[in-house]
């Protein structure tokens, strides 16, 4: 009854969000231009990329609940959410995006369970990646100042990982950051700034300790 009762809830709110957007037209700007150029926009005031986050969150649901065993169908569902995938990869459940189209995967990719990537800016991971359970990367980012917050801005910048990446478990990367070509992020760390390649980063702020000589 409590899940009825929340299905019902929340489409009724969704059909508000789309009759307001209606009647409000000059609030139908195009956010998603702004968006995707990396300046201020308001993701509320765009009808369009509020039914692209619908669209992707229920493919991600789809994915979700789909029986481990089934991988074609698993995988299947992850082609349709992602802007690009290599040919072999492994997304263990559960897997969340907002938009997925902005998501960009290499050649033998593989993340554990509960990746979740905020992908208002353009995500791309290179070959032979590796991502612990528990992960977080976030492109989006918002005003400090409160007024500007209490406008509904927004911003985002691109995350970007080279190949042959080990990101660890519990790992939150933050918008704009680059983690360079064969650099481990250890568990637990908090990237906020450009981790360069052949290095392995620990810690809150993440810092490199140690490069990796082949």
């Not at 065993?69 to 969340?96: A, C, D, H, V, Y």
């Not at 990646?129 to 927004?154: A, D, M, Q, W």
């Not at 691109?158 to 790992?171: A, C, D, S």
Request: proline share 3%; with cysteine.
């Amino acid at each position: 009854m409590k899940t009825s009762a929340t299905f019902i809830f929340n489409t009724l709110f969704c059909k508000q969000i789309i009759k307001y957007f209606l009647k409000n037209k000059k609030f139908k700007l195009n956010e998603k231009h702004k968006m995707l150029n990396e300046e201020y926009y308001h993701a509320g005031l765009d009808l369009k990329l509020f039914a692209e986050r619908q669209h992707c969150k229920n493919l991600c649901y789809q994915h979700n609940i789909t029986s481990p065993q089934l991988m074609r169908k698993r995988n299947n569902l992850i082609t349709k959410i992602l802007g690009k995938i290599g040919k072999s990869f492994l997304i263990e459940q559960p897997f969340m995006c907002d938009y997925g189209y902005n998501i960009e995967i290499g050649e033998n990719f593989c993340s554990n369970h509960n990746l979740l990537i905020l992908d208002s800016a353009k995500v791309k991971i290179g070959d032979n990646v590796l991502v612990g359970p528990n992960c977080s990367f976030y492109t989006s980012n918002h005003p400090i100042n409160y007024k500007e917050r209490e406008l509904g801005k927004e911003s985002a910048k691109p995350i970007t990982l080279g190949n042959n990446v080990w990101i660890g478990g519990n790992v939150v990367l933050l918008a704009g950051v680059t983690i360079g070509d064969n650099s481990v992020i250890g568990a637990g760390s908090i990237v906020s700034k450009d981790i360069p390649a052949n290095s392995v980063a620990v810690g809150n702020p993440c810092k490199v300790i140690k490069t990796i000589f082949s």
